[in-house]
């Protein structure tokens, strides 16, 4: 899949022009020795271009190649006849229905309505197995009952659903799925994946223009490419459901350090368990099935914590399959007697969950632009690409920290564990120290590429190093051919951050283009565009002092919460790029602000209420029922009298709670999240630390959930 070596030929208005690869597709090795089954099976239940070359007339093929290349409908028999085919397939894997399966604006839960092949042929009256080109094309639906942010309402609601031509159809429970695009009635963006698919058209476009005033006119597509981390819990699913919190709210809303967390880092890179490796092994197999290529699992950070990655693909498709790996191992997990939880932060005190986003650009000529060169004209178009990117997170940090906020991942940002909430670049100490010498004038070619070689001093062969050390502090740092967007959360759909890093990205390449346009040199431009922006160049310890010092000496954008962040989209600067890039109209993107309000401000409402019910219903009681023991008992201790403070202290931030949630404001989802950031999230705080405390002393034979050591340790 990586280097985009596979190229589709693609007929355009009668011309023939490649096409980056849409999908890797996998022929099983012949060989001497077995397959195991699982590499045997790889990919088999993905309608990839090879088996839908196969499946399909040259004509058929070519019509659909088409469609897929201009967006322009098939004629009603070929789509007819690409339907059949189709059909067949999905037939011959077992399927009695098919489902448009899209990302409706609520977290990465997709949707989809499952419908059957049975079909009834009218002139005969009799049923039939069908499938049509038009049923495999589209779908309309209800927009009104999924999240939209006032786009639709009840009595103005349709909503079409369409088939993403770019994303392939794959079989998954006995049903053929079709990734699809959802947009309203007006065709505003209901849905993860349209801005997405619009940013990356703006990126090719930009790109395509910088290219071209850099002398590169061989070049005709662009593409982004993503690599996602995914970071997960696993815990026993009966433990999970004597958890309230868990259940309601996907994270723990009290509970005492355990007596062991992750202190002796004992976890990451561990051998897996073996019931975890039974899980983690069968659902391996389930994804590389579905042409996920998941390349690395391993065990993270905090006990009970993993990591699955796949190699890098195509943004939209990276999203996708994220998406499915997410329903894969949330699936499975059940068959396993666990519950996957995939919060930013399921447990305090200890590691939280991200989704680490490896994102670069390709040429359809095989250049990687976040590669340095060998010649000073390769080496002056990376410098171009860092030098737009820099602006954009130096222009556009609001933006980046938008595309991360939500209420689980602010627990994450900045918290000793992940990416700060200030957006910086980390190019590293030799990068960066060039790319500002290019700004004074120096030479696009300084920069040493050669990798050195780390002697080890034992019988031990050398390693070669990466070009530049690695900062798991930074939230958007250099990886020697691409960057790591670090600071997304672990429970985000991916296609919003990376929205808004192609708009970021898309809109500084068009700045600098029309600087160039304008009549300035390109060298100048890039010189000019690095000297404006390095404030927001930053390789030191994101977690350290320093870091916000930088931030407020080189005035750089700092979002410390989501309602904040959420506020900044919307805001002239922002309202222009977006429709100057053809990604948000100001109707859709005050909507999308909207539903992110709500989002934050349901979440933490949910969360409150939950935290009230289990105090008043299952944790005051018991405290007060060991106080009672421990005064009945006639000893006096130190303990005893702490305990009954703690009691008290634990009924007055009850009641400061309730008072604040009966409170909570109706007046537009703009001051209720951030009446839930500045006043819910405190007084739950406080709550909790006081019943934490009580935790580690009352008689634990009362305590009436399950304690984190026994979530965390449990299945180890
Ligand atoms: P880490 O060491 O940061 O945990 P991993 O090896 O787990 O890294 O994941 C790295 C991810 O980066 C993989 O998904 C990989 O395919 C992806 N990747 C590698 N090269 C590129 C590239 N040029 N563009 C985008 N993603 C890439
Ligand atoms: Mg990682």
């Known amino acids: 899949m990586g280097n985009l070596d596979g190229k589709v030929a693609v007929v355009t208005g009668g011309e023939e022009k490649p096409m980056t690869l849409m999908h890797a597709t996998y022929d099983a090795p012949t060989q001497t020795v077995a397959l195991p089954p699982a590499l045997a099976n790889m990919n088999s239940n993905v309608l990839d271009d090879a088996i839908l070359k196969k499946l399909v007339d040259p004509d058929i093929y070519y019509a659909f190649a088409r469609c897929r290349a201009t967006g322009l409908p098939m004629d009603k028999e070929d789509a007819n006849a690409l339907a059949k085919s189709i059909l067949e397939w999905a037939q011959s894997k077992g399927c009695i229905g098919y489902s448009h399966w899209f990302s409706p604006l609520r977290g990465p839960i997709h949707g989809e309505k499952l419908e059957t092949f049975v079909a009834v042929d009218f002139a005969t009256d009799r049923l039939i197995i069908n499938l049509t080109g038009s049923e495999l094309f589209q779908t309309e639906t209800d927009g009104s009952s999924f999240p939209n942010g006032e786009l639709r309402e009840t009595h103005k609601a349709a909503a079409y659903i369409g088939w993403d031509t770019g994303s392939p159809p794959f079989v998954y429970r006995e049903t053929l799925y079709i990734p699809s695009a959802f947009v309203s009635w007006a065709g505003e963006a209901l849905d993860q994946k349209t801005p997405l698919l619009r940013a990356d058209l703006a990126v090719d476009e930009q790109s395509l223009r910088l290219l071209h005033h850099l002398g590169d006119t061989d070049t005709k597509q662009v593409v982004c490419n993503v690599g996602w981390e995914q970071e997960f819990f696993l815990i026993d699913r009966e433990k999970y459901l004597a958890r309230p919190d868990l259940v309601a709210t996907g994270r723990t809303l009290l509970g005492a350090t355990p007596l062991r967390g992750q202190e002796l880092s004992s976890n990451y890179f561990a051998r897996l368990s073996p019931r975890v490796n039974r899980y983690m092994a069968e659902a391996r197999e389930k994804m590389w099935n579905l042409g996920i290529s998941i390349h690395c699992t391993h065990n993270e950070v905090a006990p009970a914590q993993h990591e699955i990655s796949p190699i890098f693909n195509l943004a939209n498709l990276a999203a996708d399959t994220n998406v499915l790996a997410m329903d894969v191992l949330r699936d499975l997990a059940f068959d396993h007697g666990f519950v996957i939880l995939f919060h930013e932060k399921p447990f305090a005190g200890i590691n939280g969950s991200g989704k680490h986003n490896n994102w670069g650009l390709n040429t359809d000529t095989g250049v990687n632009l976040f590669v340095p060169g060998e010649t000073e004209n390769d080496n002056r178009r990376f410098i171009a690409f860092v030098a737009a990117l820099l602006r954009g997170v130096n222009k556009h940090g609001d933006l980046l920290r938008c595309g991360v906020s939500t209420a689980g991942n602010d627990h994450r940002l900045g918290a000793q564990e992940a990416p ?47 070009l530049e050390d690695r900062n798991r502090t930074a939230p958007f740092p250099w990886c020697g051919n691409r960057f790591e967007f670090r600071a997304v959360g672990g429970n985000q759909h991916i296609a919003f951050p990376l929205t808004m890093v192609n708009a970021a990205l898309a809109d500084s390449l068009k700045y600098m283009c029309e600087e160039i346009e304008a009549g300035k040199a390109v060298d100048q431009v890039i010189r000019e565009t690095i000297k404006q922006n390095q404030g927001a160049l930053f390789s030191g310890d994101g977690y350290s002092e320093e870091l916000h010092e930088h931030a407020e000496k080189s005035a750089l954008i700092h979002l410390k919460s989501s309602p904040e962040a959420y506020q900044a989209l919307t805001s002239a600067k922002n309202i222009k790029l977006f429709s100057d890039l053809n990604i948000f109209n100001e109707r ?56 009954a403070n703690l009691v008290q202290q634990l009924l007055t931030e009850t009641d400061k709670l309730a008072v604040a949630f009966d409170d909570f404001p109706d007046d537009g989802p703009a001051q209720s999240a951030s009446y839930a950031h500045e006043t819910i999230k405190p007084l739950m705080q406080s709550a909790r630390t006081v019943a934490d405390r009580l935790e580690a002393l009352v008689d634990s034979r009362l305590w009436p959930l399950p304690t984190y050591s026994e979530m965390l340790h449990g299945h180890q």
Do not use: C, M, W
């Not at 980390?426 to 070689?453: I, M, P, S, W």
């Not at 909507?591 to 299952?618: D, F, K, P």
């Open 420 to 466: 700060p909430a200030i957006l910086t670049l980390h190019l590293g100490d030799r990068l960066e120290a060039h790319v500002k010498k290019v700004a004074e004038g120096g030479n696009f070619t300084a920069y040493e590429t050669q990798h050195k070689q780390i002697e080890i001093s034992a019988p031990v062969a050398d390693i070669r190093a990466s």
């Open 588 to 643: 859709e993107i005050a909507a999308r602000q909207r539903v992110l309000q709500e989002a934050y401000a349901t979440e933490l409402r949910i969360e409150a209420r939950t935290l009230l019910n289990i105090l008043r219903t299952l944790i005051i009681p018991v405290t007060i029922e060991d106080a009672r023991v421990s005064t009945e008992s006639g000893y006096s201790s130190k303990l005893f009298d702490e305990k």
